[in-house]
């Protein structure tokens, strides 16, 4: 059934609604963690260049997921911080990576919520961390939105930009969309090996 899936198809289909809620949940909600935010960012932009969308409503609708989602996550964290330190892995919660964003703004504070916007997995639980730890929410949406700017601007208008300047940039843009997964989880692998460097 999914023999001819492909990520540029699955954008296409889902259009402006899907990518604010896909951003949306991958920003706020702790089961959004494995939603690839960053290709599908950039993987929106190069089809913006190609037509298919329209790049304005596109920056918009995902800045607007991006930040609502993150006040979520912040406002879950607040809620139910205390008890998901305490529950158990499942399906669709890993404690391990709730950790990892603990440890991460641990050591950057507030600037974590900036920062973590551009590392996969932390993004999502970074949110949830602040509100559990009763950042201050004026505090915490300053950087929200500042990082949400900045992550939404620079990986759309990366694809856009490269769309308009590569001729038939279509029969490049699966390898390309690898090329992005691979460098947007640099951060996150290297961030594991500093752990398990001072681990041993």
Not at 54 to 82: E, N, Q, T
């Amino acid at each position: 059934m999914f023999h001819h899936f492909d990520l540029p198809t699955f954008v296409n289909a889902i259009g402006y609604i899907g990518l604010f809620l896909l951003v949306f949940t991958e920003s706020g909600l702790f089961f959004g963690f494995f939603l690839p935010g960053d290709s599908l960012l950039f993987t929106a932009g190069i089809l913006a260049a190609s037509g298919h969308f329209l790049i304005v409503p596109i920056i918009l609708v995902v800045l607007a997921g991006a930040i609502l989602g993150d006040s979520v996550g912040y406002y879950f964290g607040a809620k139910a911080g205390p008890f998901l330190f305490k529950r158990n892995d499942s399906r669709f919660f890993k404690k391990a990576h709730l950790e990892r964003s603990a440890a991460f703004y641990e050591k950057h504070g507030s600037k974590t919520i900036l920062l973590a916007r551009f590392v996969p997995i932390v993004r999502t639980f970074a949110p949830i961390v602040a509100g559990a730890s009763l950042m201050e929410y004026r505090r915490f949406l300053l950087w929200n939105a500042i990082g949400g700017v900045l992550w939404t601007l620079l990986l759309t208008l990366l694809g856009y930009g490269l769309g308009n300047s590569i001729p038939n940039v279509d029969r490049y843009l699966l390898p390309i969309i690898a090329l992005v997964v691979v460098i947007s989880f640099l951060p996150v692998l290297w961030n594991m090996y500093q752990q398990n460097k001072k681990a041993q």
